[in-house]
């Protein structure tokens, strides 16, 4: 294939996990950055760190409302595409930059590629689950991370023609970034903690963030552990936290500002064990071998539940299974360590392969 492929993103977590697929297609990669996420720490320093360089598009739908992200990135990514004439778009996960891309390939017939098909929370409370169905229903090949997705796709109708066992690229990534254990411990030092001897916690999904019990519940909770939290926090969670008064909380956590991506697996590598609502770091924990509570009502990731990841809802359940955790470590950690990483090996390179397939007279 020698066309030029569009590759649209907008947040922290696509950027990392369309890395690889950028790195693989080099002069190929049509980077368009709907600019969803804009603060350096959440933008620049992945695409520096990740050698993504500048965007060729770099639109500024940041801090917009949800239909106001959709409907400004569709409307500019049309024109570009209409401009640039890709062979191909790809787009990853689940998030308004995703559905803006996927929806202006639509408009375009230009062919898409959706990487992390088929993940479903069937919670529909999330803003989320409904751009991944959305996504899936017009995407030309869905890209499955894990066999048990596939299923997911066919359910809603999506024929076994569409579909693809690629893996995850997120193993690429963290390839790319990850740190020698010089850097692990120069993090630990930065962040006053020593190894196994703190929880790595991130927050920022809606159900958490925006609901001001929820989120007091969680911090009270982290904040009520035996161990130091070290907690970068998500712009979205440190506005909310501040709009809710639970600036005392905070005070009892180690907050920091988020942190740039090999700094963040470096402290996740070190860490005794992790308590999150991010996608991304339920998969990470499973290459780092650490185990994850995930503060949700439900996840798109099953697969790992019971063995790296345990579901509980935000409230005193947390402080329970993470003590439960914390008292019998080695002994988690030793099976952790024994557990393969279920999402696949040289996925980008399935990835790529795939998108060879979008032709355009394939299209018919
Ligand atoms: C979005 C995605 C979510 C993903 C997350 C990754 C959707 C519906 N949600 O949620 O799936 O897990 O990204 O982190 O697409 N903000 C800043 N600076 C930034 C980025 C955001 O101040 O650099 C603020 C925004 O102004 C807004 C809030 O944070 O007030 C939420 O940002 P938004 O992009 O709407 O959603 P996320 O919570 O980041
Ligand atoms: N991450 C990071 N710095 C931080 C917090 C998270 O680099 O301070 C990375 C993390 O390693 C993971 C990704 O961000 O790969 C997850 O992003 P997020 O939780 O925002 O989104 P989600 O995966 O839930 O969509």
Redesign the pocket.
Known sequence: MSGRIAVVFG???EM?KLAPVIRMLGERALVVHTGQHFDDNMSRSFLHQLHIGEPHLHLAVGGATRGAQIGHATVAIEQFLIDERPLAVVVQ?DTNSGLAGALAANATTTPLAHLEAGLRSYDRAMPEEHNRVLIDAVSDLCLAPHHSNVEALMREGVAAERIRVTGSTLADALAMIMPQPQQRAQQLTAHGVQRNGFVLA?I?RAENADNAANLQAILHELAELPLPVVL?L?PRTRKRAADFGLQPLLDRLLVCE????QE??SL?HESAMIISD????QE?ATIVKRPVLVVRNSTERPEILGTFAHLVAAGPQIGVLANDLLARLPEVHAHLEALPYPYGTNATAAVVAALDELTPKERG
Not at 258 to 261: A, E, I, T
Not at 278 to 281: A, C, D, I, Q, R
């Open positions: 947040t922290r977590p990392i996960g991130t920022h970068p998500h988020p942190v740039g991506y963040f697996i996740a991010s996608g991304g770091v990470e």
